[in-house]
């Protein structure tokens, strides 16, 4: 069996401008699956500035799981882009120092938490995700898409800000993929049962091959 190498950076041969993911990250806080992919119209080393306001002191994290696919352009906000909101003013004073270091003393900026994409996601050209968004396995982001909330896993969203669209399975066949965890799977399971995978019906996963 020959399946693709998650080690390898390009895994297309003579196309520099697609890459499994996690094999040009440097930034150790942010965390990638094997397989997730990144197509980059210029330069795949253009994922990570486009991880924007990821600042070590905030403790974030970008986390993102196994057969992702994600376009060129798209972008993730993360927690040291906020600001606060219900003081007075929003201005950082506190980050120039000096007579105004000690403005944020007994406060907080604004944190939600790590940013996570599941398993299987697809994020569509130009997508941007804000800080803390939890986006769930199977789920669909449409370009140019601005998604400020959580996305249910086999979601379709789209639009700015981004709204569910349709779902792409019904309750049930949803709960059976969740809790079936194709991704999991070795990769020599998955090879084999690519036809089912790749077609429109869960139900028929019941015949998958060991």
């Not at 403790?59 to 600001?83: E, P, T, Y």
């Not at 004073?93 to 599941?118: L, R, V």
Request: charge should be negative.
């Amino acid at each position: 069996m020959n399946a693709p190498d998650p080690n390898n950076t390009f895994p297309l041969e003579n196309y520099k401008r697609l890459c499994f993911l996690k094999n040009v990250i440097k930034n150790p806080n942010i965390i990638v699956g094997d397989y997730t992919y990144y197509d980059d119209f210029e330069n795949v080393e253009n994922f990570e500035k486009n991880v924007k306001y990821l600042f070590d002191f905030n403790g974030d994290q970008l986390i993102i799981g196994k057969f992702c696919m994600i376009a060129s352009d798209v972008s993730f906000i993360m927690n040291g882009g906020n600001h606060l909101s219900k003081a007075i003013t929003s201005y950082p004073f506190a980050i120039f120092g000096k007579d105004w270091s000690d403005a944020m003393e007994g406060k907080s900026y604004p944190n939600k938490g790590n940013t996570e994409i599941g398993n299987d996601v697809w994020i569509g050209h130009k997508a941007t995700i804000m800080p803390g968004i939890s986006i769930g396995h199977g789920a669909i982001v449409g370009s140019y898409s601005i998604v400020t909330r959580d996305v249910a896993p086999y979601t379709i969203v789209g639009g700015n800000p981004a709204v569910e669209i349709r779902k792409r399975f019904n309750e049930e066949q949803v709960e059976y993929l969740l809790n079936l965890k194709w991704w999991d799977w070795p990769i020599e399971k998955i090879t084999k049962n690519l036809n089912l995978l790749t077609g429109s019906d869960p139900e028929k996963l019941n015949h998958i091959r060991p």
